[in-house]
DNA sequence: ATAGTCTCGGAAATCGATTGCCGAGATGAT
DNA sequence: ATCATCTCGGCAATCGATTTCCGAGACTAT
């Protein structure tokens, strides 16, 4: 039976009505505190109960100095591929008894800004975030990792306080090397890559890990990480008097890009041209032809997070030394678009399928 | 220049350096309350920025009994309608100076109840929530719009508190239905639905919406919103003897999953099969042959859900009878999986390109 | 000169929950 | 019987910011 109230009910009004006092309520219900005659904390339950009380986790968390909260910042929810690590990320800190909540920053410096402003000023215990820029997200990034335990996902930031969660983007462009060198045609040269911009590490990364490994031979175009510029990349290719050979995107959405316009196009994916992604997301398993990609490892990436946070949390661990980075391999996932020469396309190694 | 300090600096922490009152610092750093003397507000904006000063925003939302915050909670951000819903009513809120905070509730009952007590707790002004079941997730909703504004986007949710925030699903299937019956091709008989799961207003509204233009002949299959199930579909279609017609499906992922298979089972779309989905999310844009689909006012929308909690916020509006439910009109978007008979997916009525 | 009005800073209560400390009563040991 | 020990509920301080109320001083009008 719930009493209609304007303000709803407070501790103190359970206390009274249970004939106790509010540190008794405290206990009752929340206290791992101390023990408590078992009698006592039904009749301080069934008060609540009757009066509707729910705790007001804000007197709490300005008590307690921690809110029981992480705080994630991400550039862009349209992107498959943040919105992919924000859903594994929930889903991790689901077994948690910590809630996570996310903030969208739309790829703006001054919101995200502002995001991180916000989380800090309601006391996270610690704060995910995808950098929108690498250089001008770095003081940001610096004000939070000054008061609480930062963690840079993804997107490297030049901070000596936050530490990093993401994966070895050298090591995915050797997978695509011995890949293309192992199982790719002769016929199927040149080999050209498709970037993103240079204002993030991964950018970077694979960038220069193709480089590494490819050589300073291929030709790189640089754009920016969506699907248009894959777009746009394919017609700058076709109009340079490409018709055939290898692509290499810097990501899925921009390996999509490409294949749809190729396709449009009128050239055969993976007759006349092989496309090859990065990252994994969901929909890359999707396309037609299905997309041979290098699959980030979200949820390991995603385990990682929640060891940190929770080393960070408790007072067992506190002033224990942690690794700063935490650079996880990738793996290659192979799909139609650039098949193995024998398999073509449904090998063993082939990636799990779509759930 | 920052103090290190364990604990960040307070409000008091800031009075005693600029020689003032506690009182004075809220005023000077927050107060639209009262005028005051410029010089003594620049005493302490300068004191506050000496101390690194950061304003816990607990303390003031216990003060203030609200947090300038609203809260979203999502089934499943891997749904790329779902956080395209996220990514638009965030960008909606940047203008305001209210934070959408973001919670994923995996399509799990009990994180979903979790994340809105959570919210609740946390003193939110409002709570925007995509249900994740029409039946099961009532009793949470109701609990929430018993003390908060809540808004109910784009699933109905029995409850007589609730706003609803949603499109005309029935008028969507009208457009599905002129266009079949205007511009597809007497050859591509018979036509099919492919619907969603029923729990879901979503689900039912369009199957019945299916069921009123297109009457009770054709064939309907029921499973759940998501790729694979599309996929499943395309093969109970094959299988039995279909090698021809319309497919409707009740949502994009379903289609493009449908397309997928069909293609790769050796079917020509728009040749053999046309398909149209629903929602309009970004990759439908992006499948070959690009979707046609009736598009959800995702903009719009957004823009209600604002409307809505601003006049709930304001003092003004305070009472002041708001519609319970607001139905916006989706519009089709012609693809190539289902052209026109003349323009052939590249007319007029096209929808707006990728950005 | 005196009363009335205005401006603006400060003292202190308040929001709601948690927790250190105290002490009353129960239990047990000698 | 007396004292040490243990159990467990309550008092009151506390977290950090906001806001009501008060009053000191400046200014104006008569």
Redo the contacts with the bound molecule.
Sequence with gaps: MERERS?????????RH??????????????G?????P???RRVTLAAEELG?????????????SSSTVGMIVPDLDNPFFSSLAQALSRRFESSDIDLLLFSADSDLAIERRGVQSFL?RQVDALVIIASHERDSASTIDIASRSVLTIALDRRVPSATARFVGCNNKYGMQLVHEHVANDVDIRLQPVVFVGGDMGSSSGRERLTGFRHWFGDEPPALLGSFDVAWGQRAADLLLTDGMTTGTVVAAADVIALGLLSRLQTRGFQVPGDFRVIGFDGIGVSYLAHPTLTTVRQPVEQMSQQILDLVLAGTAEATRGRVQARARTIRPALVLGESSPTRDHHGTGATQGRALP
Tied chains: 1, 2.
């Design positions: 303000h709803p009910a407070t501790m103190s009004d359970v206390a249970a004939g106790v006092s509010t540190a008794t309520v405290s206990r009752a219900l929340s206290g505190d101390r023990p408590m005659s009698d006592l904390r009380y729910r705790i007001n986790l804000v007197g709490r968390t300005l008590r307690r100095r000023g």
